[in-house]
């Protein structure tokens, strides 16, 4: 007797991984013959570090991108962060998420401060003025918000309430450059903001990063404790650190500069096909930009729910990597987690713990190309079928 019911459908082909490893920071490079030319210029002059023209250049260059009276170029954001902090003639605690990369918080500590942590939005994954405000007290030195993915850390709400609290208020823009907060560039929000030029951000110096500030006193200040060699600015009497730019990534820096426009609309489109190719996935979700606010794009986050998806993140990553696409947890596991934070008690981020244990990373950067982007995709669409649960669980 035949089976008149429909024969179930073939299970759909897992698609191909590839061959070699997709990172997820792909970088972003000038063309090696303009890296060259850049290269003989300072062959020519005999002149590598200890501010030489390149980095001059950086400086007013920066400074003018990010729409700012000061830019001070530092050898990277670490660095940057620990300089500002000391300059600022801070003591005491500084608020802190716990949602970020080990650097911000532990430069607080470099910097001889007690670090605070706060629990952050779920929505905007940073720190908010509701969130901040009841953590302010005696001891409270300053806020250092973080605008992860390069979205905005609530610049102007905070400066109103470190303002009418009279502490300081500090941005960890890493992640930010060229973004902006309600039609605003970041780089002039608190008392200073701190970029990154490291070989995976939108602006590849190899390493560096600089310090943004319209307060002229604290540029000064900075620019004599970035360095042991004298411009003709020298504040007496500041403990100092070698943690100048050398000409050589100064060079690679203004490379970088040359192309950023286009290098956030590459981002951007890669963005878009990314959303066009996954939107709709049961349980996988990209982060939404507010109205105004604008993204360089260079880190493509997304957030699984496991009860809508079928897998955790932590299955989804397994099969991703099976498949030879180096997605990442970021950030896993949060700051308080990790030692020394948690040597005395792990701090309540509820939120925080959340992201930690939800959020992917996707490869990103120059060299990823339009088919790479349409095979990731593929390969998590397929995670949401039967047949790619089943092979995340194998
Ligand atoms: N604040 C925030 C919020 C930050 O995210 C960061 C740094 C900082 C402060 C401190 O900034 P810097 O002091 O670094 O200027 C990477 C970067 O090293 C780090 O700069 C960045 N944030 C963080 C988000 O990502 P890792 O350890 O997670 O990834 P990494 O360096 O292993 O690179 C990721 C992948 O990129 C690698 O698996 C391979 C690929 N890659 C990397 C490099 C360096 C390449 O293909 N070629 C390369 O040259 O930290």
Known sequence: MSDERTPPSPAPRPPEGFETPLHVGQLNLP?????????????DRRFFANHGPLEQRLDRELASLFGVRNAVSVVNATA???????????????????????????AVVWAGLRPVFCDIDPQTQTLTAARVAPKIGPATAAVLGVHIWGRGCDPLELEALTASRGVKLVFDAAHAVGATFRGRRFGGF?????????????????EGGCITTDDDDLAARLRTMRSFHDTDERVPGLLRLNAKISEA??????LGLRSLDSLIEQNRHRYELYR?????????????YAAGETSNHQFIVLSVSPAELGLSRDELLDLLQAKNVLARRYFFPGVHRTPPFCDEGTA????????????VQLPSGQAVTDADVKRV????????????RMAARA
């Open 348 to 359: 309540e981020l509820p939120i925080t713990d959340h992201l930690c244990q939800t959020l």
């Open 276 to 288: 066009s190719g996954i939107d709709g996935t049961p349980g996988i979700h990209f982060l939404d």
């Open 31 to 43: 063309a090696a013959e303009a890296f060259r030319e850049a290269f003989d210029g300072i062959f």
């Open 80 to 106: 940057a962060l620990m300089l500002v902090l000391r300059a600022l003639d801070l003591d005491g605690e500084v608020i802190v998420p716990s949602f970020t990369f080990p650097a911000t918080v532990q």
């Open 249 to 254: 990534q100064a060079a690679m820096t203004l």
């Open 190 to 206: 608190g008392n200073a903001e701190v970029f990154s030029f490291h070989a995976t951000k939108i602006l590849n110096g190899a």
């Open 377 to 388: 995709c593929a390969i998590i669409r397929w995670a949401a079928t039967p047949e790619g």
